[in-house]
């Protein structure tokens, strides 16, 4: 699997916080360069699609990060395509440095838990906790998931047919 070769978003937030601290904006497609350099994410690992889309793996990771960082007020973003830290991003990188930053890191800040408690709400067939899977990655399971039960169900209806049903099909 390709996508393998690709870190999940919640792997990125570390280089993510590090590109930007210098304090200064900086545009998204600059944190994305640096992200891959220093994660080891090939141009042909960043040329891999999502399955029935038009964005990179590795975009729309970067996306969620960038977002799920902001979410926990990491990060701002003071206009469009461009990022930086927030006093308390910068505090993090800074004071803590903390080794491992991930979801469990995040859920320090309300904003966080606010953002991520109020996914698990609006989904009532399951409660959904913070996965380390994009909502993108999470739909694409499902989506294959739902095609084989169809073509399993289609399989099984067919060889239930007569030999004239299959001269026909």
């Known amino acids: 699997d390709v996508t393998m070769a690709v870190p999940k978003y919640d792997e990125m937030y570390r ?3 590090k ?8 545009r998204l497609n600059d944190v994305k360069e640096y992200v891959a350099q220093v994660m080891g994410v090939t141009s042909e690992d960043r040329k891999v699609k999502l399955p029935r889309a038009k964005t990179a793996v590795f975009d729309n990771r970067i996306g969620w990060a960038s977002t799920y960082l902001k979410k926990a007020g990491l ?3 003071p206009s469009r395509g461009m990022v930086r830290l927030t006093q308390e991003g910068m505090r993090v990188l800074k004071e803590e440095n903390p080794s491992i930053i991930d979801n469990n890191f995040l ?3 309300d904003s966080f838990r606010n ?3 109020r996914k698990a709400a609006d989904n009532i067939d399951e409660q959904v906790s913070v ?3 994009t909502p993108q990655d999470i739909f694409d399971e499902a989506y294959q998931r739902i ?6 169900d289609l399989l099984a209806e067919i060889i239930k047919q007569t030999p004239d049903f299959f001269e026909n099909l």
């Open 75 to 77: 990060v701002e973003k």
């Open 131 to 133: 996965s380390e899977d």
């Open 115 to 117: 953002f991520t408690n």
């Open 19 to 26: 590109s930007l601290q210098d304090g200064n904006t900086h």
């Open 15 to 17: 280089a993510f916080l």
């Open 107 to 109: 859920s320090r800040y």
């Open 147 to 152: 095609n084989e039960r169809l073509a399993d």
